[in-house]
């Protein structure tokens, strides 16, 4: 029995040390989340859903924000709109990966009508959140490396053939590089039509959420007091924009209204109609329109600091 015991041991002690080792080595390829909670505590922060976590570049925002007195490097905590709508898991998930001595960081909340959507069955004032069990939320250790605790709850999201194609890659500063883009305009056309797919589901399933609103108003006032913020809305196709008009009307002027309350700048580029960023589906930035979309947002971040 003891034998036995021995060899189980050693076999699972192997299998760890072999899975750790592919997570620190691989980790960017094999799962989007993994390296956001194995990095340090952040100084500036971009937040969203996947909009801004492959479209805003931590890099090209500390190379054009250098010299503007912020404390710097920016770490992208976007997730994806199924794991982080604004609410209160995701401010708490936020605070706890932000440094908090920090006081002249700069804050980018990347706003979408889907980000103050609440599932139809979900009562947001009574704790209902359908993000609940999801990372980050399901989080408790955001900063460590390697990051057991991740491993341990959150092996489902794990794609281990991606190590394979490399493919997509998450950055040790939370950017997400996709690197399959469509090499036509048949497949393009094909992707936007899932992403409308994807719109109109959500449109259907979900409202819209004055608690999650409420939430934002909330994340925006603590994180002023480490900085400045800045809620942008970020560019996508014109058809698509139609659609989350359609889910939620008033968008703008809530977040205009929000904005001006707060004293913060509102940067809705959808509205600059002369500016054109290229997308992979109609509605996420490609890696070449995110670093051109990335520096006009440092140029408007430049022109509106307090």
Known sequence: MKKYLYKSFIFLFICFA???????????????????????KAKSMIIGDSRSMQGIQPAVMNKYLKNEGYTLPVFNYSFTIAQAPIGPLYTKSILKKLDASVKNGVFIISVTPWML???????????EFHEADS???????????????????NLNYFHFKALFRKKSTMHKDGWLEE?????????FKHWKSIQKGLFANMDREKKVSSYRLKSLDTL???LNTHGEVYLVRMPIDQDMLELEKKFYENF??????LAKENNVPFLNITKDIDKKFETYDGHHLDKYGGKDFTKYLCELIIKNKT
């Not at 072999?18 to 340090?40: A, E, S, V």
């Not at 959507?117 to 704790?127: A, F, L, T």
């Not at 690197?179 to 497949?187: Q, R, T």
């Open 135 to 153: 990372p980050p939320h399901n989080m408790h250790f955001v900063n460590m490396n390697p990051n057991y605790e991740y491993l341990l709850k």
């Open 117 to 127: 959507g609440s599932n139809n069955d979900n009562d947001n004032s009574k704790g």
């Open 179 to 187: 690197s399959n883009l469509p090499d036509s305009e048949a497949v």
């Open 220 to 222: 925006v006032k603590k």
């Open 18 to 40: 072999i899975l750790n080792f592919i997570m620190l080595r691989y980790g960017g390829n094999i799962d989007y989340f993994y390296n956001k909670f194995t990095t340090p």
């Open 252 to 257: 703008d002027t809530d977040i205009s209204d």
